[in-house]
């Protein structure tokens, strides 16, 4: 099957990886995520003018810490970090691993010799096509850590904020705010075939031509499109063991999706950088 007819979408989907890392990820995407920091969490985090990509993996002591790895890993002029973390799929202990991974820009300051443990802030930021708790309509959740008394924040060095995507249900309009233009492009891109008027200036259309599917190579729509099938193959697992009333063991999980991309033809180095799984893991498949 040519890769070309494999999915119809004008544009690519930001919810998976290959998606996400190229509109957000690369240098030349740098201000389309400077933007939506500042646009989305205005007030809460400090106004951002640089940002700098740093390796989001980080190699701790101990061995567990060799497995946390972070979608984007950034670092803002005045010494900022943010950690933000795309997650797909319906993960329990979500909130619990953000502060697990936060973890990781703290200890990464500390110095060797004398040192008075001045931390510059960690922002943690979850972008979940989710729901966290289906108890509230807050599509937006923003933390610190505050005194249970007066809600005076004690910490200012360790904050966390979560989008709920699936929550976010407001349509564009002449008046829109920045923060609701970026919530709309990041959950209804894949499903729009052309940019919406209202967000007609010079950044969203630059965005719009960088998310085209049509201006991807050969060996990027590949990328893209076994991104997507591992992001499509994985929920209809979860879905599956959901409708019969199993819990979704994440490995068998992956070694599902593997198996299914294996099957499709896909190159096991990609099927390996998609799931995590090892070469030979998947050539024993």
């Not at 810490?65 to 972070?70: L, P, Q, T």
């Not at 819990?247 to 896909?266: F, P």
Request: hydrophobic share 35%; aromatic share 12%; with cysteine.
């Amino acid at each position: 099957m040519p890769i070309e007819s494999v999915y119809k979408e004008v544009y690519m989907d930001p919810f998976t990886d290959y998606g996400f890392k190229r509109l957000f990820g690369e240098e030349d995407s740098k201000e389309y995520l400077i933007d939506f920091l500042n646009s989305v969490f205005v007030g809460f985090i400090p106004h951002i003018h640089e940002l700098n990509y740093h390796k989001n993996e980080h190699l701790g002591n101990k061995h567990i810490d060799r497995n946390a790895v972070f979608d984007l890993y950034c670092k803002s002029k005045d010494g900022s970090r943010f950690i933000i973390e795309l997650q797909k799929t319906k993960q329990d202990y979500f909130k619990q691993r953000s502060l697990f991974y936060s973890t990781f820009a703290i200890t990464e300051q500390a110095k060797k010799g004398r040192w008075d443990f001045n931390l510059s802030p960690v922002y943690c930021i979850g972008l979940l096509n989710f729901s966290l708790d289906d108890n509230h309509k807050k599509y937006l959740t923003k933390a610190k850590i505050l005194d249970i008394d007066t809600h005076q924040t004690v910490i200012e060095e360790l904050n966390f904020a979560f989008i709920e995507a699936p929550k976010f249900n407001k349509t564009l309009h002449a008046n829109s705010s920045k923060q609701d233009k970026w919530l709309y492009v990041l959950t209804h891109l894949a499903q729009l075939s052309d940019m919406p008027e209202e967000l007609s200036e010079k950044l969203f259309e630059d965005f719009f031509q960088k998310a085209s599917v049509l201006k991807l190579s050969t060996r990027e729509r590949a990328r893209y499109n076994a991104s997507i099938t591992y992001y499509r193959d994985m929920h209809n697992i979860e879905q599956q063991r959901l409708r019969e009333g199993e819990e979704i063991g994440v490995a068998k999980g992956k070694t599902e999706v593997a198996r299914a991309m294996k099957l499709k033809g896909l190159d096991p180095a990609m099927i390996a950088e998609l799931t995590g799984l090892n070469i030979a893991d998947i050539a024993a498949l």
